[in-house]
């Protein structure tokens, strides 16, 4: 298995901010499922990265929570098991199944790992950095939710050559518009 860097290109593509130091993470492959051998790493790069993008949008940065992490690592262990996709940002939670291979064509390109699921998640607002609260913010809402105080994040991998990454949030978000006023602000660029 070949290491992958989670490059300064990709932190540019989000806005990233040079100053931050590149993660060293573990390809994942169908020929070692279950879970990431480097998932402590992947949980640690996707909260850092998480909370860099809550920063732009004046939200508090999240803690992990155990409970929440464990909920979320069985989840995506069932998903792995199954191939089934349960859940979602309607429960308040992100969801990504992303393939292993390179090669497997996707609507939004990302590493298959923890932090890569949260580069996407939030990458699928980039044109839309002053969300309109009447549009569905879905995973990017998860991300920059100013009430969420908590989070928790697990991913496995399926046989067949995907990961699947789930991030549970405490409280949770909500679709509802008013909420999204008052939980999702524009970003603030410097």
């Known amino acids: 298995m070949q290491p992958i ?8 593509l989000v806005g990233g901010s040079l100053a931050v130091k590149p993660f ?14 480097d ?8 909260l850092f990265y998480s ?3 809550r920063r732009r949008h004046g ?15 069985k989840q995506a262990d069932y998903m792995a098991s199954t191939g089934t996709i349960v859940g979602g940002w309607v429960n308040g939670e992100n ?18 790992t923890i932090p890569g699921a949260v580069f996407r998640w939030y990458g699928q607002m980039i044109p839309f950095r002053c969300p309109n609260p009447a549009r569905s913010l879905a995973s990017f809402a998860g991300i920059v ?17 995907f990961i699947f990454v789930v991030a549970k ?22």
């Open 5 to 12: 860097l989670l490059s300064f290109a990709v932190l540019a």
């Open 24 to 37: 060293i993470l573990e390809r994942c492959s169908g020929a070692k499922p279950g879970i990431p051998v």
């Open 39 to 46: 998932i402590v790493a992947q949980r640690g790069a996707a």
């Open 51 to 53: 909370n860099d993008y």
């Open 59 to 73: 939200a508090l940065p999240l803690t992990v929570d155990p409970t929440l992490e464990a909920e979320a690592q």
């Open 95 to 112: 969801i990504a199944r992303i393939p292993c291979d390179d090669a497997t064509q996707q609507k939004y390109p990302t590493e298959a």
């Open 145 to 161: 939710w100013k009430a969420t105080e908590k989070v928790g994040f697990g991913a496995a991998v399926r046989s067949d050559g």
């Open 169 to 190: 949030y405490s409280p949770p978000f909500s679709g509802d518009p008013a909420a999204k006023m008052q939980n999702v602000q524009c970003e603030e660029v410097a």
